[in-house]
């Protein structure tokens, strides 16, 4: 049949398509990574005294708490979709690399984090007074780069946890100490953000979440095939 | 090796062009488990798999020459069965991925299906979805657990053509059942695994089906017996 199997990038592709098609579908997973977004945001808003602490000074660390948590969720459900009836048996046995299905996991989980964020950080804006203008476009700037590497360490521990009966628990367990180097970075570069610093001042946290990235995604590139084998 | 246990031990298997071996054999022979090992889906502790004189391990487009049948559908029930078979067409690269899902569906008999999402489907439809998906690329080895479970007596029938018509067009076939009646229709050749060993091998076209399946019967209940006899506890 003269058939050429797609590239690394291609395949990835095919796979984050593949995996968004299923989420559009069922939308389970963006419904319940929303829904607890908006209710961490909704309860976090009243557990503080307004008079002690004003909404501005609480959106950092709610908006990171929301995130970290958020994220979890749609993670786990990231290879739950290929163990179903063995789906990653077709994808291993394919002539596509294993750093493809890695990748085209890994774009697929950022655009629907990034889906559940859209929604959520304008909630944040809402709920706890914060400005609307630049700051906002920063932080959500900020939140992306966070994202990214998020994405990266917890695709690799989702694709690890899903075969274990505890996978619900192993994925935070496992995933959570390699977040905290991003969880940092980023929530100290948001937090002078929205208290009005300008972009300049966060510029060597910013560089500093780009290499957490890098560092992160082809680290976990590497170890991926390794969590595959039987 | 499962922990100390050999799944599957000294198993030399030389496929040409065309040629069908039916494998037979318990449960717990090792038979999944060699498919397994052929797909490159398990790592064999000592040995090599080649198809086409490549190694699955080490060329990763060798892959592209395989089909795999399994006890799972991997197929994703919230796709429907055209978009299953179109992802798989996809991942193997094939040129034409639409029309050449359409083709695989037509060939199991499942085309007036192919738009609805495969867990609306029944068991034995969702099976022919699954065959469709294997065999879209037109692969050169086929590796079959089981295919026949599930389907009814026009899946069965579409099946058996299928099988026919990729060994006449060059492809070499595993094929894993229970069934020798089934297994020997098709295959060219017969073997029989027991404790992970292949302890018995014949050419299907010239064998009695009914010698072969008596034959077959004592060495299973042999076996069991055997086993049987190892786990009891002594007076």
């Known amino acids: ?230 | 090796m499962f922990g100390r246990r050999r799944a599957v031990d000294a198993v030399d298997l030389t496929l040409a062009a065309g040629d069908c071996v039916a494998l037979f054999g318990p449960n717990g022979a090792g038979k999944t488990t060699l498919l397994r090992l052929i797909s490159g889906l398990l790592k064999p502790t000592k040995g090599t798999i080649r198809v086409g004189g490549q190694s699955l391990r080490d060329d990763a487009s060798a892959r592209g020459l395989l089909g795999l049948i399994s006890h799972q559908s991997m197929l994703y029930a919230a796709l429907t069965s055209r978009e299953n078979v179109e992802f798989a067409a996809r991942l193997y690269g094939v040129a034409d991925p639409r029309a050449a899902a359409t083709k695989a569906l037509e060939r199991m008999r499942i085309a007036d299906r192919a738009g609805a999402p495969v867990r609306s489907l029944s068991r034995g439809l969702q099976q022919r979805v699954s065959i469709a998906r294997a065999i879209v690329h037109d692969p050169r080895v086929v590796l079959l657990d089981e295919p026949y479970t599930g389907l009814d007596a026009a899946g069965g029938a579409a099946l058996t053509d299928m099988l026919s018509s990729l060994r006449a067009g060059g492809a070499s076939l595993v094929l894993v059942t229970h069934n020798v009646e089934e297994g020997l229709a098709v295959a060219t050749q017969a073997a029989v695994m027991l404790g992970g060993r292949i302890v018995r091998r014949d050419d299907a076209r010239t064998i009695d089906q009914r010698i072969f399946q008596n034959d077959y019967r004592a060495m299973v209940l042999g076996a069991i017996d055997r086993a049987s006899e190892r786990v009891s506890v002594p007076a």
Request: aromatic share 12%; proline share 5%; net charge neutral.
């Open chain 1, 1 to 230: 049949m003269g058939a050429r199997p797609p590239g690394t990038l291609s395949g990835a592709l095919l796979i984050a398509r593949k995996d968004l098609a299923i989420e559009f579908r069922t939308r389970t997973a963006f419904f319940s990574s929303l829904v607890f977004a908006v209710l961490a945001l909704t309860i976090f808003y009243f557990t503080w005294d307004e008079s002690i602490v004003t909404p501005n000074d609480r959106a950092p660390g709610v908006l990171w708490v929301v995130l970290t948590f958020s994220a979890l969720l749609g993670l786990q459900r990231s290879f739950a979709i290929e163990e179903h009836d063995r789906g990653i048996d077709a994808l291993l046995v394919s002539p596509i690399s294993r750093e493809a299905i890695y990748l085209g996991k890994a774009i697929g989980n950022l655009i629907f984090l990034c889906a559940v964020q859209a929604v959520a950080i304008p909630a944040l804006a809402l709920f706890y007074n914060m400005p609307v203008g630049r700051p906002l476009v920063v932080v959500s700037g900020i939140v992306f780069l966070a994202m990214v590497g998020i994405v990266a360490v917890g695709t690799l521990f989702s694709a690890m946890a899903v075969n274990t009966r505890l996978a619900e628990l192993l994925l935070p367990m496992l995933s959570l100490p390699f977040f905290v180097p991003i969880l940092m970075s980023a929530a100290q570069a948001a937090a002078r953000v929205f208290a009005g610093r300008p972009v300049s001042e966060v510029g060597f946290l910013l560089k500093l979440l780009v290499a957490f990235d890098i560092v992160f995604i082809f680290a976990c590139m590497l170890a991926f095939s390794f969590t595959l084998e039987e």
